[in-house]
């Protein structure tokens, strides 16, 4: 059975640019979270949504929005690079509810940016 | 906001060796999670607790959920070379229509030279 998949895999912007990033849950999974891992540091939660529907949002900026389409794959999208948004991006699918109380994320490996 | 301290940040271990590491938390939390993260790759799921007080294994592993909700341990028994990497702990409040975990920030495990 496929694993979360996340793509690209590696990718470099400049500052000011826009980048999507695309994530393909476990099949029967409604929920998909997203992270941002910064290097030495752990994953810090962007967003949650839940049957298409946002469900949490993260300390981030305007700048990071996301989607959740019928078939409960997502895109993140972050606007107007900066410098500080090199890291890691995470993305995580769970076949329980938010508030289910469980925790029991499936990460995939990531996709790396890098913003010069 | 909620902050988990993770201690401690590195260590190294010989093969055979039992490994302890903890992790704590300045608010209660209802779910602690342990997970471990290989070198370009997503982290893992070792043990979820859910019950304050909890014990649970898997395999050569055990994690507890502090009596207190604010703590939670893990160790490893007989290290061995596979057990290289970062270890993370991840507290989860639910209710409400969240679900989102709160990381610590890591314990990286190494081979002695």
């Known amino acids: 059975d496929a694993g979360v998949t996340q793509s690209p895999t590696h990718l470099i912007k400049t500052r000011g640019q826009h980048v999507t990033l695309r994530c393909s849950p476990i099949?029967?999974?409604?929920?998909v979270s997203w992270y941002q891992q910064v290097l030495g540091q752990g994953p810090q939660f962007i967003f949650q949504?839940?049957?298409?529907?946002?469900?949490g949002r993260g300390n981030f900026p305007d700048r990071f929005s996301a989607r959740q389409f019928p078939n409960y794959s997502s895109e993140l999208n972050v606007n107007a690079l900066l410098l500080g948004d090199s890291a890691l991006y995470l993305c995580?699918?769970?076949?329980?509810?938010?508030?289910?109380?469980?925790?029991?994320?499936?990460f995939g490996e990531g996709s790396r940016l890098t913003v010069l | 906001g909620q902050q988990l301290n993770q201690s401690p940040q590195s260590m190294f271990i010989q093969e055979g060796e039992d490994v302890s590491m903890n992790c704590t938390s300045s608010?209660?939390?209802?779910?602690w999670l342990w997970y471990k993260q290989d070198p370009g790759e997503g982290p893992v799921l070792l043990i979820a607790?859910?019950?304050?007080?909890e014990l649970t294994s898997n395999g050569r592993l055990t994690a507890q959920f502090g009596i207190t909700r604010k703590d939670s341990f893990l160790n490893i028994s007989a290290s061995i070379p596979s057990d290289v990497g970062i270890y993370f702990c991840?507290?989860?409040?639910?209710?409400?229509?969240?679900?989102?975990?709160?990381f610590g920030k890591g314990t990286k495990l190494s081979v002695k030279p």
């Open positions: 995580a699918s769970s076949f329980r509810s938010p508030g289910s109380g469980s925790g029991e994320l499936f």
């Open positions: 099949s029967g999974h409604k929920s």
């Open positions: 949504y839940y049957e298409k529907e946002e469900r």
């Open positions: 608010s209660i939390f209802n779910t």
């Open positions: 607790l859910y019950k304050a007080g």
């Open positions: 991840a507290g989860l409040n639910y209710g409400g229509s969240q679900g989102n975990l709160i």
